[in-house]
T-cell receptor, first 115, second 114 residues
Framework: DAKTTQPPSMDCAEGRAANLPCNHS???????VYWYRQIHSQGPQYIIH???NNETNEMASLIITEDRKSSTLILPHATLRDTAVYYC????????????????FGQGTTLQVKP | SAVISQKPSRDICQRGTSLTIQCQVD?????MFWYRQQPGQSLTLIAT?????????ESGFVIDKFPISRPNLTFSTLTVSNMSPEDSSIYLC???????????FGDGTRLSIL
């Protein structure tokens, strides 16, 4: 499974864009990049995912470099409620009896949004 | 997205006892998973719950300690057997409706063993 590297922590001012980087230099061509976040005392929440193209939804934007070795999650206008641990995960393709396309979590980035 | 309900939400148990955690999904799903989150740590996958067959366990987890059932496409249970204080963790159920769909999580069961 491709491994991801994220900074352990980041700060962001409320109202500003939060840019969370992730390195996944060993990603293979058919692996997706997923982002989740975990707010204290809750289960992980799905944010966004992508394969090659940049993606945007109501929560965030995902920018994937052309070589796919890194990506950035962008929260355009961070609020205090965005304070959470953010996980970047490379998901293997589903196939075979022992590969279910399961999500393997790393340590993530703790984002602190400050007033 | 699927809504996942876990019971109990928290419990305090005595060492040596066993506890069964239930996971109910509000729609049929293809895949169900169980994770553990130890205090201050990230999530660790315990096993994939397979409908109608034995669960697929990750390295370091065994069926005798964490027996799993999945009788249908909306329900699964995880039992934590012969508990010790080291089993104090949050146990989370997760599901995915199909390969192209995101995986979703319940809010977990907070388990403390005295």
């Amino acid at each position: 499974d491709a491994k991801t590297t994220q900074p352990p922590s980041m700060d962001c001012a409320e109202g500003r864009a939060a840019n969370l980087p992730c390195n996944h230099s060993t990603i293979s061509g058919n692996e997706y990049v997923y982002w989740y976040r975990q707010i204290h005392s809750q289960g992980p929440q799905y944010i966004i995912h992508g394969l090659k193209n940049n993606e945007t939804n109501e929560m965030a934007s995902l920018i994937i470099t052309e070589d796919r070795k890194s990506s950035t999650l962008i929260l355009p206008h961070a609020t205090l409620r965005d304070t959470a641990v953010y996980y970047c995960i490379v998901r293997p393709p589903e196939g075979g009896s022992s590969n279910t396309g399961k999500l393997i979590f790393g340590q993530g980035t703790t984002l602190q949004v400050k007033p | 997205s699927a809504v996942i309900s876990q019971k109990p939400s928290r419990d305090i148990c005595q060492r040596g006892t066993s506890l069964t955690i239930q996971c109910q999904v509000d729609s049929q799903v293809t895949m169900m998973f169980w994770y553990r989150q130890q205090p201050g740590q990230s999530l660790t996958l315990i096993a994939t719950a397979n409908q109608g067959s034995e669960a697929t366990y990750e390295s370091g987890f065994v069926i005798d300690k964490f027996p799993i059932s999945r009788p249908n496409l909306t329900f699964s249970t995880l039992t934590v057997s012969n508990m010790s204080p080291e089993d104090s963790s949050i146990y989370l159920c997760s599901c995915r409706q199909s390969y192209n769909q995101p995986q979703h999580f319940g809010d977990g069961t907070r388990l403390s063993i005295l």
